[in-house]
C-alpha cells in the first residue's frame, strides 16, 4: 500500500485546463441562453417565441398556455338572424403551438392567455379565427377580415356599443360580447 500519494488519472496541470475549458464552454451557451425579448415594455424569456413565423400581430404562439395573464371573454355572434358558432381549436395548432388567444370548445369562450399583462382586442381574434379556418361564407370571411359593410349591432354586457368598430372592441375578462350582423 502506498501512503502520502494522492492518485490521479490526470496529471495535475491538465486538470486546471479542463476545468477551465468546462467553465468557458458554460459562459459561451449560458450567454447565449439568456437573450430577452421585449413586448409591450415587458422583458421576456426566451422561450416565449419559439415560432417567430406564426406571430400574429404582437401575438405568439407558444409551446404551454401560459397563466401570468389569463382571463376569458364570451362571444356570441349572429349573422343574418342565424348563430354562428365560434369553433374549438381557433389559436391552437396541436403538438406544435397555441397563440396566447385561442378557443378550446366550441362554446364562445375566448382564453386570453399570456406571459404579460396586456389588453387584446376582437379584431386581433378575427385574424387569428382567419388563419385557422377557411369558411364557406363570404360574409364570416368579411366579418373576421374587418371589411364587413353591412349593418351591425354591439352588445357588451347588455350594454349597446354599436357606435365602436367590432374590430376595437376590447377583450376583458368575465365580458359577455354580442353581435348581430346584418347585411
Not at 138 to 143: E, G, W, Y
Amino acid at each position: 500500500m502506498v501512503q502520502g500519494h494522492r492518485f490521479s488519472i490526470l496529471p495535475h496541470h491538465s486538470r486546471y485546463v479542463s476545468l477551465l475549458l468546462i467553465l468557458m464552454v458554460i459562459v459561451i451557451t449560458g450567454s447565449s441562453m439568456v437573450k430577452t425579448i421585449k413586448v409591450n415594455g415587458q422583458v421576456l424569456g426566451s422561450s416565449s417565441t419559439p415560432y417567430p413565423e406564426l406571430t400574429n400581430n404582437g401575438i405568439e404562439c407558444d409551446v404551454v398556455e401560459h397563466l401570468t395573464f389569463h382571463t376569458h371573454t364570451n362571444l356570441s355572434m349572429i349573422i343574418d338572424e342565424k348563430q354562428q358558432k365560434i369553433p374549438a381549436g381557433i389559436g391552437i395548432i396541436p403538438a406544435k403551438c397555441i397563440y396566447w388567444l385561442h378557443t378550446h370548445d366550441d362554446s364562445g369562450l375566448i382564453h386570453m392567455e399570456s406571459p404579460i399583462n396586456q389588453s387584446f382586442t376582437l379584431g386581433q381574434f378575427f385574424e387569428i379565427w382567419d388563419r385557422f379556418e377557411s369558411t364557406n361564407s363570404t360574409l364570416l370571411d368579411s366579418i373576421l377580415a374587418g371589411n364587413f359593410t353591412g349593418h351591425v349591432d354591439i352588445l357588451v354586457n347588455g350594454k349597446n356599443q354599436s357606435d365602436l368598430d367590432y374590430s376595437d372592441i376590447q377583450l376583458k375578462d368575465k365580458d359577455q360580447i354580442t353581435l348581430h350582423f346584418n347585411s
